[in-house]
């Protein structure tokens, strides 16, 4: 997911206003037998954020990644 990640990214062509850290162990890495990755996109611009997850979005489809296993907090309170 992280290399899809940064593929919309670059496809949109916003590599100067938004960067992709990660993908890294959770803070939880694991839960319930399931190991949990965080990655973290850094925007500096607004614009560019929904564009570039709705590509992501659907690049996970067309990869078959379980959608239902992919969550994404936009302005997260805590990066926890």
């Not at 190991?35 to 954020?49: G, N």
């Amino acid at each position: 997911a992280g290399n899809l990640l940064r593929e919309a990214i670059r496809s949109r062509r916003h590599e100067a206003a938004m960067r992709c850290v990660g993908p890294v162990p959770a803070l939880f890495e694991k839960i319930k037998d399931s190991f949990r990755w965080s990655m973290l996109v850094r925007c500096f611009a607004d614009d560019p954020v929904y564009p570039v997850l709705r590509a992501f979005h659907e690049s996970c489809a067309a990869a078959r990644l379980p959608l239902r296993n992919i969550s994404i907090d936009v302005d997260p309170v805590s990066l926890s």
